[in-house]
């Protein structure tokens, strides 16, 4: 573990949790043995309110302030249900976020609705880190849902999962129509360590071709550009007549990128 952390030795880094206090107990015993010290906030105090408006503005920073939710969301991100909201801190400042729900319908999902990383720590691996933390602290759930932009540049921290990335769906009225709802398994055995451990798969463009204009002919496996909005489209369409599709891997040429989707 000390080796995967080398890189973020420089770091004055520390978790925070804001959660609802009767769940404290639980997560203090899930972070008792996590290499960075944790930081609890209770979203009902006047310290967690305070603190709450601090990710208001990070959240601004990443997204634009019209983009930001209120901070009474992410304040009941931290009370609601199973949800809660945490991140990395630097020298006591938030610098990466993620808010987790429960999926009341189904015990076994944990739903990743945000993850985001401060812009001047892009370069860290924050990104990792974080999604590092969402595995940890969802452990005892079976599966992760969440939504990826497919023209978002993080999206190689998703591939860096052991377990293969579903396509639930494609294109969602309440936010960006270029969203695909992806599922994967959870790993069980550490897994903070287990997906910074992992390295990421890595292919060639010219090993597949690429989509264009249908699904014809293209085979198992296929690559298509990131804003290609009408093959993820028939994509979808072909998930609803139930067949399964999988984000297999990433590749970048000439400043556009290119998702690997398989059917499996």
Known sequence: ?????????????????????AHWDKYKSLMENFPYNTVFYDPAST????????????????????????DWAFANFGTIGAGLTAG???????????????????????????????????SAGLGSLTFALALHLVQDKEYLTFILQTDNASSNIYLKNIYPLNIMAYGFVH?????????????KDNPFETLLGNKLE????????????????????????QNNS????????EI?????????????????????????
């Open 240 to 264: 609803e007549k139930g067949k399964n599709y999988i984000v297999k891997g990433k590749v970048q040429d000439k400043n556009i990128s290119y998702f690997l989707i398989s059917q499996i």
């Open 175 to 187: 936010t960006r129509r270029n969203s695909m709802l992806l599922k994967t398994k959870i790993p």
């Open 88 to 122: 990395f801190l630097v020298d006591g400042v938030p610098v990466s976020k993620l808010c987790m729900v429960g999926n009341v319908s189904d015990p076994t999902i944990a739903h990743e609705w945000t993850l985001l990383v401060d812009s001047s720590y892009e």
């Open 1 to 21: 573990m000390n080796e995967l952390l080398k890189k973020y030795e420089g770091l004055n880094l520390e978790v925070f949790i804001i959660v609802n206090k």
């Open 202 to 225: 890595r292919y060639e463009l010219e090993a597949f071709p690429i989509a264009k204009d249908d699904l014809e002919g293209l085979g198992d496996s296929f690559w298509v550009q």
């Open 47 to 70: 310290e967690g309110f305070d603190f709450i408006y601090e990710l208001v503005q990070l959240n601004e920073k990443a997204y634009g302030a019209g983009m930001a939710a209120p």
């Open 230 to 237: 009408k093959i993820y489209r028939m994509i979808g369409d």
